[in-house]
């Protein structure tokens, strides 16, 4: 990257600054979005667990067929599996929240990353 550049990506940077109350609004706004998002996952067929956009665990239901059978053992790894899925997707959905994905937009941010390539 040459001098120039360097300059061209300051005066970006400036105008992210500006606009740094604007930013902070918008990601309280997604943040709160985030805490109605619900997620879930499933493992086994027999579990279902619930997560929200902040990554809290909101509910597991467990079939009670697999409750009546009593292999704790697999539970346990289905609870696991179905919270752990859970978690990756809400965490995807999160990620795509705040890069925009729920109409967050923050000026100045993309002409940081010529090319449309953010961090």
């Known amino acids: 990257m040459g001098v120039p550049a360097v ?6 940077l400036a105008d992210l600054m500006k606009n740094a109350g604007k930013i902070r609004e918008q990601m309280e706004q997604a943040a ?11 493992a086994g067929g027999s579990v279902k667990a619930v997560v929200n956009g902040r990554l809290e665990l909101i509910s597991v239901r467990i079939d009670p067929k697999l409750a009546a059978g009593g292999d704790v053992e ?3 790894d289905l ?29 100045g941010l993309d002409s940081l990353f010529p090319g449309g390539g953010r961090p």
């Not at 300059?7 to 970006?12: D, I, S, T």
């Open 32 to 42: 709160e979005q985030l805490g109605g998002l619900r997620v879930e996952g499933e």
């Open 7 to 12: 300059f061209g990506n300051l005066g970006n």
């Open 74 to 76: 697999l539970m346990e």
């Open 79 to 107: 609870v696991t599996a179905a919270v752990n899925q859970a978690m990756g997707r809400a965490r995807e959905e999160a990620a795509r929240a705040m890069t925009g994905g729920m109409g967050l937009d923050m000026p």
